[in-house]
């Protein structure tokens, strides 16, 4: 079982807007670490999208957003695309457990 | 530009070893610490461990401690991944990725990752 819990999956129609959850404890997000986020499509390794919480890659689009309040984080979509269909996954790090974690994943639909 | 370069998929039986190879290419090696992480076949993410290819210094997840090793061999710019006592759970894509940090101080985001290596461990 993941530690960050993300929904399994989320739905849209195209053009309209999306935000995936990652709720985490006050080991890990809330004790300020940062929050990754990561688009896997089928077959492939999966491909950084947001890091620090907020930031995005050179190449990836401004429809993609990321923030982060007390012990959770999410990841928002605008102008939903049918490329976007994909997993999403984001990363931290758990004092507790000393290491990285990621969220179970969420697969997102482009109605 | 950056890249990880994993060796082919693998089939091994129950109890057996497998040696995962990553070979990074256009970038300072020894700078940039690299990180495994596998994918059960349908499942989401799990960390495996990392390695300083400087250093040699590595730090696993406590679920593989005892069961994995992580090396390097700088000459040729390449990590391993060592499993042993391999179940059928252990079924997976085995990635490698880089730390973006040079001479990272924390735990950050992996990017690029390898292409992935599937590990399949059946009787």
């Known amino acids: 079982q993941a530690v960050l819990t993300q929904p399994p999956s989320v739905s849209g129609a195209p053009g309209h807007r999306v935000t995936i959850s990652c709720t985490g404890s006050?080991?890990?997000?809330?004790?300020?670490?940062?929050v990754h986020w990561y688009q896997q499509f089928p077959g492939t390794a999966p491909k950084l999208l947001i890091y620090?919480?907020?930031n995005r890659p050179s190449g990836v689009p401004g429809r993609f957003s990321g923030s982060k309040s007390g012990t959770s984080a999410s990841l928002a979509i605008t102008g939903l695309r049918p490329e976007d269909e994909a997993h999403y996954y984001c990363?931290?790090?758990?004092?507790?457990?000393?290491?990285?974690?990621f969220g179970g994943g969420t697969k997102l639909t482009v109605l | 530009h950056v890249q990880l370069v994993q060796s082919g998929a693998d089939v091994k039986k129950p109890g057996a070893s497998v040696k995962v190879s990553c070979k990074a290419s256009?970038?300072?090696?020894?700078?940039?610490?690299i990180y495994w992480v596998r994918q059960a076949p349908g499942q989401g993410l799990e960390w495996v461990g990392r390695?300083?290819?400087?250093?040699?210094?590595?730090d696993y997840a406590e679920k593989f401690q005892g069961r994995v090793t992580m090396t390097r061999d700088t000459s040729i710019s390449t990590v391993y991944m060592e499993l042993r006592r391999l179940r059928s759970d252990d079924t997976a894509v085995y990635y490698c990725?880089?730390?973006?940090?040079?001479?990272?101080?924390?735990?950050?985001?992996?990017?690029?990752w390898g292409q992935g290596t599937l590990v399949t461990v059946s009787s």
């Open positions: 256009e970038y300072t090696f020894t700078g940039y610490y």
């Open positions: 620090g919480n907020n």
């Open positions: 390695i300083n290819p400087d250093s040699g210094y590595t």
């Open positions: 990363q931290s790090y758990d004092r507790r457990l000393s290491g990285v974690i």
């Open positions: 990725a880089r730390d973006p940090d040079y001479k990272a101080t924390a735990y950050n985001w992996f990017d690029p």
């Open positions: 006050r080991s890990n997000i809330g004790a300020g670490y940062d």
